[in-house]
């Protein structure tokens, strides 16, 4: 991704790499010290920025990376980072050239699949995969043992391949029931047991598997979310061994400033109307950065005080009530903390009846990411 550092629009996000450090550092505290670790960078690193996210992991002690698409782990090849990276979704077959080369791992678990593939990896060159099975996800991955016997056979006796995992993923891990967890984590094991080998990575567990079920681990863990600094869901927040700290925060400052006469409106639709003469401020981000309209009524941060937004949020322009006149330039804080306020990446997943993974997802490209460094990275 680039790596723009001089902006002309006073909206940013600000990323917290000591904040992520300081996240993986006590999440490898928490693990077995065998436990490798693959960190989830894929999304753009959940919107956080991938090389640098990437970058900070790795120095923080991660394994490797884990990504949705080759597209994406290819991004992270071209910052000249080496380190293991496995593509957890679907690759087309005709691909695993591509990834063969660049020293990517991917994602296999259909058996013609694999034989086109090995058609397709040149001469001296292998591809790295990892066999995802499907324990009751119901999304991707191998279903029966008889088929996962047979890609064993055909990864062993292949050159073209070097088998290095196997995999399951949990539908219910950040629920407080253990029952289909435990339904998944024996399907599994016994998966396991079908093999003739063992390849060196075997893993399961998500953040919540890896923070609430040491059964999980295995040897490798997938760690999303938690890294963030972001909880898996609020059944299990008092579960959780440590505390985290978020990584994201979004920031704007106000452009314009005026006081409104009682009966005037504000927005498309002019569907808000000040009942009393009102301070209104504009702030210069919309929902084409992913601050979408459904936030109407959220309140934000302004000079430390809670403000509403009012009116109907544009596609780059929103409306904040004031207690006050405040001066343009004013810092307002969308999420994160301003003075003593905070306004968590929960907080606005509740407002939108959504979970924290889509907020920070959802922030565009558009909206410049920040990176703040000051410690240990
Ligand atoms: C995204 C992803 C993860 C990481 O999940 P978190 O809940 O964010 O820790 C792990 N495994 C797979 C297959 C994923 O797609």
Redesign the pocket.
């Known amino acids: 991704m680039e790596e723009k550092t001089v902006f002309y629009r006073d909206t940013w996000a600000e990323i917290d790499l000591d904040a992520l450090y300081s996240n993986i550092s006590q999440i490898r505290e928490h693990l077995p010290r065998n436990t490798n670790i693959f960190a989830?960078v894929?999304a753009n690193a959940?919107g956080h920025g991938v090389i640098q996210t990437a970058k900070t992991v790795l120095a923080a002690g991660v394994h490797g990376l884990?990504v949705?698409f080759l597209d994406e782990a290819l991004t992270i090849r071209e910052a000249g980072i080496t380190a293991p990276i496995l593509v957890?979704g679907a690759t087309r077959a005709a691909d695993a050239g591509v990834a063969a080369v660049h020293n990517i791992s991917l994602t296999v678990f259909q058996i013609d699949w694999i034989k086109e593939a090995e058609k397709v990896v040149p001469l001296g060159h292998a591809l790295r995969v990892h066999i995802k099975c499907d324990t009751g996800m119901g999304r991707i991955g191998v279903t029966k043992e008889d088929d996962l016997r047979e890609i064993d056979v055909l990864l062993r006796q292949s050159n073209r391949f070097i088998w290095d995992g196997i995999?399951t993923?949990f539908a219910t891990a950040?629920q407080l029931d253990e029952a289909y967890y435990n339904k998944q984590l024996s399907r599994f094991k016994y998966f396991l047991n079908c093999l003739k080998m063992h390849p060196p990575y075997i893993h399961a567990a998500?953040?919540?598997a890896a923070l609430c079920h040491s059964d999980s681990l295995f040897n490798t863990a997938?760690?999303?979310?938690?890294m963030y600094g972001l909880t898996?869901s609020d059944e299990i927040k008092d579960l959780l061994p440590f505390t985290r700290k978020e990584v994201f925060s979004l920031h704007t400052k106000i452009v314009h400033v005026k006081k409104l006469q009682a009966g005037e409106k504000v927005g498309y639709g002019a569907d808000y109307t000040a009942s009393e003469d009102e301070w209104i401020a504009t702030i210069p981000i919309g929902y084409a950065d992913g601050w979408i309209r459904k936030l109407r009524g959220f309140k934000v941060i302004a000079d430390g005080e809670m403000v509403p937004i009012v009116g109907k949020i544009c596609m780059d322009q929103t409306m904040l009530k004031l207690p006050k006149k405040m001066p343009i330039g004013t810092q307002v804080t969308l999420i994160g903390k301003q003075k003593n306020h905070f306004n968590s990446v929960d907080d606005v997943a509740k407002k939108l009846e959504t979970i924290n993974?889509e907020i920070t997802c959802t922030i565009t490209n558009r909206v410049p990411r920040v990176y703040k460094r000051q410690g240990i990275v």
């Open positions: 989830a894929k959940y884990a949705a957890l995999f993923h950040d998500n953040s919540a997938r760690i999303g979310i938690a898996p993974y």
